[in-house]
């Protein structure tokens, strides 16, 4: 019998896959069908990972380790995937860094250069060269994952925000430049609670939820829904869209 699952046969890479809104993602696509590649620096984790998608719902998945804040690493990456005869049907650039720092004047130029090579540079050469791919083989989808910071900016994430303003810039590029083949869309995302949000500060998480429409933090699986939804063909005359999943921040 026939698997009837939205993205059966499909083959889809998410970076950042092992944790967080990244493994949600992950599972929400496994559950409909797709072979899912979780891509993060320790390998070890992706394997386990994937393996506990094919348990939990009968599909292949891979695990590949990747310090995708290498532009070699990336080129080895999709080296990786030729190989294996692994073509690319979405590609989900989640990955993400958000580090902390004690005053703007203290931005080392190796924190500002790390933190772009992961949110901006990773995702501009992995969109170039599977999104290529894409089009060679006819047809595609690449969704970004931003941030709400690239709108609603505070002092605490310079390069962060400045980062994920530049991916919101690259959607609209690579929507071009892609087109009409392949489609490439933004969820810009809000506070969720994942690992990452056990180190807010709770005065700073008070502020977000008071100025949040739905007066709280999202949890990992309400981004699963926006994710499907613009990697899919419900979305088929979406493209270079951004879309706030935030619980409506003002």
Not at 42 to 48: G, I, K, L, R, T
Request: a negative charge; one cysteine or more.
């Amino acid at each position: 019998m026939a698997d009837e699952r939205q993205y059966a046969g499909k083959t889809v890479l998410i970076t950042g896959g092992s944790r967080g809104l990244g493994k949600e993602m992950a599972h929400g696509f496994a559950a409909q069908g797709a072979r899912v590649v979780v891509v993060s620096r320790n390998e070890d984790v992706c394997v386990e990972v994937a393996n506990e998608l094919s348990d939990r719902h009968g599909v292949e998945a891979l695990g590949i380790g990747c310090h995708i804040g290498r532009w070699d690493a990336l080129d080895g990456l999709v080296d990786q995937l030729d190989a294996r005869s692994l073509g690319v049907d979405v590609l989900i650039n989640n990955a993400g860094m958000s580090p902390l720092y004690d005053g703007l004047a203290n931005v080392s130029e190796a924190l500002w250069d790390k933190t772009f090579a992961v949110n901006l540079r990773a995702p501009f050469r992995l969109s170039a060269l599977l999104g290529e791919r894409m089009v060679t083989r006819g047809g595609g989808s690449i969704v970004n994952i931003s941030s709400i910071g690239s709108i609603r900016p505070g002092p605490e994430m310079a390069p962060y925000v400045a980062a994920k303003a530049g991916l919101n810039v690259l959607t609209e590029v690579f929507a071009q430049s892609l087109g009409p083949t392949v489609r490439v869309n933004t969820i810009m995302a809000g506070a969720f609670r994942t690992d990452v949000s056990a180190h807010w500060d709770p005065a700073e998480v008070d502020r977000v939820t008071a100025q949040t429409a739905l007066q709280r933090t999202g949890a990992p699986s309400e981004i699963v829904g926006a994710a499907l939804f613009l990697a899919g063909e419900t979305a088929s005359f979406t493209s270079g869209a951004i879309l706030r999943v935030d619980g409506g921040r003002a």
